[in-house]
């Protein structure tokens, strides 16, 4: 008895040192972080175990416990929810009740969860609007370039005269939004939109949600500083975005040396260089690595394609783009991404509002429902909605 009880008791101590991350002294509500953090990494120690022996992979694990908290279209007094379809694309139109004799605005929203989990989510805009939320192909049933085939499908249909008289929009006023892995891909679908003659409306605004935006230099700062970050990790962060473009196990492994790009793709580079585009705050003392390239035995196109990392396009391509709001977070690994991005975005002269948490996380606005609310998604929610109602 006494053997399997300094077992069990070895176990707790391991379990509890795997799971457990120090919660930074300004972040609010500190026992309901670490508690959420703690309910993450278990889920995915479970996961990556299971997947391990062959039972399920991890993301079917984790997209089986997501499925728990599966937001029902449930209308309200304010807004009618229902779940439709543009050209076979799942979309969730938020409709707000109240009658108006002008047309609307209208904003698209690309929902998050790592291009593998996640459909639709809350309603999080202000009911003077009309929100529709794309539910896209999932990694890694359907790699890149399905999502972004999806959404720009979507948008496009959207954009439509006819689809706008129907739903009472103003071509003038239609916003593309996202966060996380739905940031990506509506940075994305914005950079094609806004240029291509087959779109007779252009988008207004973009907001992108603490963003990724590449991964072909997987050492940045914030990786560094958030490399056991709280709900996401580098490996994490690192194993969904692969399974975004593969099932092939050698493309996480060598992103995590930052030996995955190839040679032709040097030049890249000079678009996600962070020694000249993050500010001096977050650099810190960090020193520059240089990713080894040409290292990896296979090819893999995608992997400088802009369409799946909009940091990528050049700046010919972005000067095209419309006023943007980029939110970031401090504890974030992705959040070396948005700011970036912001500099890249003033350089050529896009208006950019940008707001920074300090004592954000990534993901946080996916808390905003009891009983896993936080303040600080509340938070962000009341910052991007009011940046939309001034500027939609």
């Not at 783009?321 to 948005?338: H, K, M, N």
Request: proline residues 6%.
């Amino acid at each position: 008895m006494g053997f399997k009880t300094l077992c069990l008791g070895l176990f707790c101590v391991i379990f509890l040192s795997y799971i457990y991350t120090p919660i930074p002294d300004n972040i609010e509500e500190t026992w309901k972080v670490m508690a959420l953090d703690a309910a993450a990494k278990a889920c995915t120690l479970m996961a990556l175990s299971l997947e391990n022996v062959g039972v399920m992979r991890y993301e079917e694990f984790i997209s089986m416990i997501i499925s728990l908290d599966y937001t029902q279209p449930l209308s309200d007094e304010h807004v009618t929810v229902t779940d439709t379809a543009f050209v076979n694309i799942p979309v969730r139109l938020y409709l707000p009740k109240r009658k108006s004799e002008a047309p609307r605005r209208a904003v698209i929203y690309f929902h998050g969860g790592g291009f593998c989990f996640g459909s639709f989510i809350p309603y999080i805009g202000t009911y003077s609007k009309k929100e529709n939320v794309l539910s896209y192909r999932l990694a890694p049933q359907h790699h890149f370039p399905a999502q972004f085939e999806d959404g720009i499908t979507a948008v496009k249909y959207f954009l439509q005269d006819k689809i706008l008289r129907k739903y009472g929009v103003d071509p003038t006023r239609v916003a593309i939004s996202g966060d996380s892995s739905g940031g990506t891909l509506a940075a994305a679908v914005t950079q094609q939109v806004q240029i291509d003659p087959e779109v007779k409306h252009k988008l207004k605004l973009q907001a992108l949600l603490y963003p990724g935006l590449q991964v072909i230099d997987t050492s940045l700062p914030s990786h560094r500083d958030n490399e056991h970050g709280i709900v996401l990790t580098r490996d994490i962060a690192i194993k969904l975005v692969s399974l975004f473009f593969t099932k092939d196990e050698a493309l996480p492994r060598a992103m995590r040396k930052n030996q995955h790009m190839p040679l032709e793709s040097r030049h890249l580079f000079r678009f996600v260089n962070w020694t000249t585009l993050l500010p001096d705050k977050y650099r810190k003392d960090h020193e520059y690595t240089e990713p080894v390239l040409g290292k990896s035995a296979y090819s893999l196109p995608a992997l400088m394609d802009p369409r799946a990392l909009p940091l990528l396009a050049d700046d010919a391509r972005l000067q095209h783009l419309p006023r943007t709001y980029i939110l970031t977070c401090q504890y974030d690994v992705l959040r070396d991404d948005g700011i970036m991005y912001v500099s890249r975005l003033q350089n050529v002269g896009v208006p950019v509002f940008h707001d920074h948490v300090e004592d954000g996380i990534h993901g946080a606005l996916s808390y905003m429902t009891s009983p896993l609310y936080l303040q600080l998604g509340l938070r962000i929610k009341d910052m991007y909605v009011s940046w939309m109602d001034k500027n939609l």
